[in-house]
C-alpha cells in the first residue's frame, strides 16, 4: 500500500519561478506533514513540517495541507540553482513514518 | 547546532558477514529510527526505538536486523548474513520529546559484494 505518493519529476523551472511540489496521501491517521529536502547521496533535511490544514509559511517556502482532500504541497518562490535537490513529503503515524518517492528539481540559472 | 552523526560513511561487506551501522543521535533526543534507501528508490522505514525498546518496524526489519542501544550515545544497526539486495543507504534519526519531527544523519552507505 501507498501511504505517501509524490509525482517523482524531474522538475526543470528557470531561476525565480514559483515551484509547486504535491503528494497525496491516503491515511486519515496520518498527524504530522513534513517535507524534506535531499542532495545528492546526503540524509534528508527537514525543511518544514505542520500538523494542521492551511499554510505554514517560511521564507520562501510555503507548506500547504489539505486533510479534506488529503494533499500536501510545498510552493518555492523565487527559486534559486542552489534549491535544486529532491524533495521529499512524509508523514508519520506515531512513532512510524512514510515517506514519498521524491521529486527531483532543478533551477536552471 | 547539533546533528545525527553516522559511522562508517561507507562500509563495503561481503554476502553473508554482519555489519553493524552506528549512529549518535542528538544528545537530549529520544526517539530513535533507522531507514534505508536503495539508490533511486524511496526512503523506507526500518524501526523506531523508545525507552530502551523497539516501538514499531516494517516488515523490512525481520531476524535478519538488530538494533541496540549500548551505551547512553550510540545506536546500532546489525545487519546479520548479508544480502546482495542489503546494499543500500542507511540513515539513522532521532527526534525529541513532544516533536514529531525527525533529523536525519548523513548515512552510510552498505555495499555488499
Known amino acids: 500500500q501507498k501511504e505517501v505518493e509524490q509525482d517523482p519529476g524531474p522538475l526543470s523551472v528557470p531561476e525565480g519561478a514559483i515551484v509547486s511540489l504535491n503528494c497525496t496521501y491516503s491515511?486519515?491517521?496520518?498527524?504530522?506533514f513534513m517535507w524534506y529536502r535531499q542532495y545528492s547521496r546526503k540524509g534528508p533535511e527537514l525543511l518544514m513540517y505542520t500538523y494542521s490544514s492551511g499554510n505554514k509559511e517560511d521564507g520562501r517556502f510555503t507548506a500547504q495541507v489539505d486533510k479534506s482532500s488529503k494533499y500536501i504541497s510545498l510552493f518555492i518562490r523565487d527559486s534559486q540553482p542552489s534549491d535544486s535537490a529532491t524533495y521529499l513529503c512524509?508523514?508519520?503515524?506515531?512513532?512510524?513514518?512514510?515517506f514519498g518517492t521524491g521529486t527531483s528539481l532543478t533551477v536552471i540559472p | 547546532e547539533p546533528e545525527v552523526t553516522q559511522t562508517p560513511s561507507h562500509q563495503v561487506t561481503q554476502m553473508g558477514q554482519e555489519v553493524i551501522l552506528r549512529c549518535v543521535p542528538i544528545?537530549?533526543?529520544?526517539?530513535f529510527y533507522w531507514y534505508r534507501q536503495i539508490l533511486g528508490q524511496k526512503v523506507e522505514f526500518l524501526v523506531s526505538?523508545?525507552?530502551?525498546?523497539?516501538?514499531?518496524k516494517s516488515e523490512i526489519f525481520d531476524d535478519q536486523f538488530s538494533v541496540e542501544r549500548p551505551d547512553g550515545s550510540n545506536f546500532t544497526l546489525k545487519i546479520r548474513s548479508t544480502k546482495l539486495e542489503d546494499s543500500a543507504m542507511y540513515f539513522c534519526?532521532?527526534?525529541?520529546?513532544?516533536?514529531?519531527?525527525?533529523?536525519f544523519g548523513p548515512g552510510t552507505r552498505l555495499t555488499v559484494l
Open positions: 512524509a508523514s508519520n503515524t506515531g512513532n512510524q513514518f512514510y
Open positions: 544528545s537530549n533526543h529520544l526517539y
Open positions: 526505538f523508545y525507552n530502551n525498546e523497539i516501538s514499531e
Open positions: 534519526a532521532s527526534n525529541g520529546q513532544g516533536s514529531d519531527t525527525q533529523y
Open positions: 491515511n486519515s491517521a496520518f498527524q504530522y
